[in-house]
């Protein structure tokens, strides 16, 4: 073990020991999260595993259920920082309304699949169809805009974008019933839109020559400065939730067959191969993210302005990942 990682350890320990001899609650981080699947189920292996604690803190992990939603209460104060939907909380900071962060990014691939209501074969097809959302300004807004014109479609010509609330299951729903003509389906929900055999998997957007930041951890650039060292904790923490999720596969598994996952085993496979050992932000997946808002505002905002790595490179400089995985 290095003298760095030790004397991070050792720092950490120290603190802890004050903390309890004080009888004194950890700092408590409300975080905020949207959308079932990928973030819920790494929330729930790093609580499981008593991550937060062992880190020194306490997370209380708040479910929304859109991107915009979620902004509106990282706006208000009513959350210290997102897990999810990237390009939504970037467009904060596009728009004038809050400064913020994207100081993690667990993963620079949409783990996502576009149904479509059997008939339609070709994106060309999807041409005066209705497409469900979640919200306008949400990333499932987004990424269904940067998706079309990846195809060669105006979204704002070609198609009809609905707001349709919710997550996969009422998208799934809509779509059974005819009220709706494709959406995004997270890709471990697959098996249960096939099974009704009401539509067919256009793509897997995973498989797309596409880098795109959509999971990681966005903050206020205030809470940078002002809890340092607790966010520092908290990448530290997270960073181990992504090494026991990658290498300890049961508790992900079990987790996500309690959530409902059909293939619970495949659905753990594409996450843990999307995550990334080290969630470091880079310029181009946030820039692409930064593209897909394609809002007048958001137009010529470079990545470099939106990323703070250096609490990230920190931690990897001190050793920390290298000793997860037994380098």
Not at 56 to 83: E, H, N, R, W
Not at 249 to 272: C, F, M, N, S, T
Request: glycine letters at 10%; proline letters at 3%; hydrophobic letters at 40%.
């Amino acid at each position: 073990m290095s003298r760095t990682i030790k004397a991070l350890a050792l720092g950490t320990l120290l603190w802890l020991l004050a903390a309890n001899e004080a009888g004194a609650q950890y700092p408590v981080y409300r975080l905020g999260y949207s959308g079932a699947g990928i973030t819920q189920n790494l929330n729930n292996v790093i609580e499981k595993s008593g991550l937060w604690g062992k880190h020194g803190l306490d997370v209380k992990a708040i479910y929304f259920t859109s991107g915009a939603t979620m902004a509106q209460a990282l706006v208000g104060g009513d959350i210290d920082l997102t897990d999810s939907n990237i390009p939504t909380m970037l467009n904060l900071r596009a728009a004038g309304i809050l400064e913020v962060k994207v100081v993690a990014v667990s993963m620079n691939r949409i783990l996502l699949s576009f149904v479509a209501r059997k008939g339609i074969r070709t994106p060309v097809d999807l041409k005066g169809k209705k497409l469900a959302i979640s919200r306008y300004g949400s990333s499932s807004d987004f990424i269904t805009r940067l998706l079309l014109r990846y195809w060669k479609l105006d979204p704002d010509k070609d198609v009809a974008i609905i707001q349709a609330g919710g997550n996969d299951a009422v998208r799934i729903a809509a779509m059974v019933a005819g009220h709706i003509d494709g959406a995004l389906i997270g890709s471990y929900d697959m098996r249960r839109i096939l099974d009704t055999g009401c539509c067919a998997n256009l793509a897997d957007l995973e498989d797309l020559p596409i880098e795109y930041s959509r999971f990681g951890i966005v903050v206020p650039t205030a809470t940078i400065k002002s809890r340092k060292e607790q966010l520092r904790r908290y990448l530290q923490g997270y960073t181990e939730g992504i090494y026991l999720y990658k290498t300890r596969p049961d508790l992900p598994i079990a987790l996500l067959k309690r959530e409902g996952v059909k293939d619970a085993e495949e659905g753990y496979k594409k996450i843990a191969k999307a995550l990334r050992e080290y969630p470091v932000p880079e310029e181009k997946g946030v820039q692409t993210a930064l593209d897909s808002i394609g809002t007048p505002k958001s137009k010529g905002a470079e990545a470099k302005d939106f990323i703070d790595a250096s609490l990230l490179e920190e931690i990897k400089k001190s050793g920390f990942i290298d000793g997860l995985y037994g380098r």
